[in-house]
Every structure is written in C-alpha cells, then in structure tokens.
C-alpha cells in the first residue's frame, strides 16, 4: 500500500496514542460555502501541531489526504510536482516551515530554502494544476513598532532572517499562485507539539523547566497573541470554504506577554515555580523579535467568521485536553494504548 491507513503522533510519553486518518472524506450537507463533494485538500506537515489539528478538524464536503514527508517534501521540487499530479488536488495546504526563530539568524539558507524557495516552487505547481494554495505564516512578519493589533493591510517590516524568510515566502506564493491564501499565525500550543522545535512548544518547555526545578526568566516586554491550534484549524477550515484568498489572521483573541503567558500556565495547573520577569534585553536571544505582534481580525470580521476564543479560554482547554491524553486507560474502556 502506497499511504498507510493511520499515523499515530504522540505527546510527550502518553499512555494514550492520537490516531490521525491518513485519508478522510465527510460529508457535511448543505452547507452555505463555495465547497464541492469532489474537492482534495493535500494537507503538509500533518504531524505537527497545526497539521495534526487541521487533520482532525476537517468536515468539508471532499477528502482530506495527508501524504508523509518521504512522499511529498516540498524541498525535492521534482517529487513534489510528480506527487501533487498524481493526487490530483483541488487544494494544498502547507504548514511545513522551518521556525527555530534564532537558529534562522546562524543558518539563513535554510531558513530560506524552506520557508521562501520551496513556497515558490510549491506555488508554480498549484498554479499549473489549478489549485489553491493554502499557505501559513507568522507575527514576526511585523517590527512591533505600531503598538497596536496589525491588520492585513499593514506593511509587514520583519526584524530577523526567520521573518525576512516567512515574508519572502508569503509573497511568492501570491506571486505564483493566483488563487492563493495566506494565513497569518502567533506562538502556536498544541497537542502533537511541533516538529520544528525539538517536539515542544512554550507551554511544555514552561512546565518541563518547571517540574525540573529551574528559576525562569521569561521575557515580559513581548506582547503578542498565543494560540490553540485546535480553535486556529477550525477557523482556517471556515475561511477555506469562504473561498477567501489574499491575508488573513487566524489567532485565539486577546494579547499577553510572554511572561503573563508563563505566570497563566503555571496558575492553572497549580504550580508555583521561581518566575522573574526579564526584558528582551537582559535575555539576549540571539533573534531580535517585535515587542507587539498581535494580528487583529479584521478579514475574519469580513467574512462573517467568529474569531478564536480568547488565549486564556483557549490554554485551560489545552491543558485539560493533554491531561486527558497522559491520564492512564480505564481498564475495560476499550481504548487504544500505546505500546
């Protein structure tokens, strides 16, 4: 068989697996959208934590088909256009990236090999087929300096190589592909964690150090817009079947800074580790990054698309849903281990 039937992700250690369908098709009805029965939606990157969320989010009318890096890497350009001929989509969406934010100022080529080159190259082929690309990128496209929610129709001003190679991938899938659509992101928390980042994200990295012992010193003069990659894919899903392409930010609602974040972890789940707070200065990461890059929502207003729930609301439902899956099986239950 060319695609196995499932892939399982796991977080952390669990004692229970998340079984993602390799291949879906709903039904959904009638539903007030531009969608067709017949439509394929090629979804890269599906093991991450926005892929993985998109992937069990879906209910469009059509089929979701979710091919493994070996058989669809975006940086084999030729593989890639032989795969998506054969898969024959109506829609890709590419959640592959490379976001290790400070290693992307030590290593730019590859920064910009996959979040800039092979976004082109992706672009071409969905252009030659028809189809629409469905591309994600990030806050960090902004300098920080408005000091108030971006919009769309701000003019990006990124201030490190990682945002210099996001932006320059936004717009050549624009550029290439005539029916594409941008979705702009921040500081993604999900349960399959992401692939990018040693397999964590800020709220496990938060608790690991914390359960280990460690003072944190956490940066509190970053503000920007965190979100569950649950209610992000589940948004995205609405604004695809809008037929929407160009930008639009897709972010749970409210702001926060990293700090604030950290402390709203910690209260939630009972725990009271050493935390200061530091200005971006006094950390010294190697990446300079915005001091504000919270997205409004103004193309999801338009388009008649509630936004997110706010980051709060979102981060105690991320922590309950990662307790359940690290809760041991009731014996009898008849759920799946892992083994």
Same mark, same amino acid.
């Given at each position: 068989?060319?695609?196995?039937? =499932? &892939?399982?992700?796991?977080?952390? %250690? /669990?004692? *229970? +697996? ?7 098709? $709903? ?31 879906? =209910? &469009?009318?059509?089929?979701?088909? %979710? /091919?493994? *890096? +070996? ?7 030729? $593989? ?26 030590d290593e730019p080529r590859r920064a910009f090999a996959l979040n800039a080159e092979a976004v082109g190259t992706l672009a071409e082929a969905c252009q030659a087929l028809g189809t629409t690309l469905v591309h994600f ?173 706010a980051w709060g609301v979102a981060l105690a439902a991320y922590l309950a849903e990662r307790r359940a899956l690290n809760a041991p099986a009731r014996p009898g239950s008849g759920r799946r281990t892992s083994g």
């Amino acid at each position: 068989m060319l695609y196995p039937t =499932e &892939l399982r992700a796991h977080v952390g %250690t /669990p004692r *229970r +697996s998340l079984i993602l369908p390799r291949y879906t098709a $709903r039904a959904v009805g009638d539903t007030e959208t531009v969608t067709r029965p017949d439509a394929r939606y090629v979804l890269i990157g599906a093991t991450g934590q926005l892929g993985f969320d998109l992937a069990r989010t879906f =209910e &469009l009318p059509g089929t979701l088909l %979710t /091919p493994p *890096r +070996s058989e669809l890497d975006i940086l084999d350009a030729r $593989r890639m256009g032989e795969t998506l001929r054969a898969l024959r989509p109506t829609h890709v969406l590419n959640t592959a990236a490379w976001n290790a934010v400070d290693a992307a100022e030590d290593e730019p080529r590859r920064a910009f090999a996959l979040n800039a080159e092979a976004v082109g190259t992706l672009a071409e082929a969905c252009q030659a087929l028809g189809t629409t690309l469905v591309h994600f990128s990030t806050d960090y496209v902004f300098d920080g300096a408005k000091g108030a929610p971006y919009t769309e129709d701000d003019a990006p001003n990124p201030l490190g190589a990682y945002g210099v190679s996001k932006l320059a991938g936004e717009r050549l899938a624009r550029e290439r592909c005539g029916s594409a659509l941008v979705i702009r992101v921040s500081g993604l928390f999900g349960v399959a964690r992401s692939a990018g980042k040693d397999g964590t994200n800020f709220v496990e990295t938060m608790l690991r150090l914390a359960r280990e012992g460690r003072p944190l010193r956490v940066v509190a003069d970053q503000v920007l817009g965190p979100s569950y990659t649950l209610d992000v894919a589940r948004a995205v899903w609405r604004v695809i079947a809008s037929g929407h392409t160009g930008l639009c930010h897709v972010t749970s609602g409210g702001e926060t800074s990293w700090h604030d974040f950290a402390h709203e972890i910690f209260r939630l789940e009972g725990m009271t580790p050493s935390l200061t707070a530091v200005s971006s200065d006094e950390y010294g990461a190697r990446a300079k990054r915005p001091p504000y890059s919270v997205l409004a929502h103004r193309r999801l207003g338009a388009l008649g698309i509630a936004e997110p729930r706010a980051w709060g609301v979102a981060l105690a439902a991320y922590l309950a849903e990662r307790r359940a899956l690290n809760a041991p099986a009731r014996p009898g239950s008849g759920r799946r281990t892992s083994g």
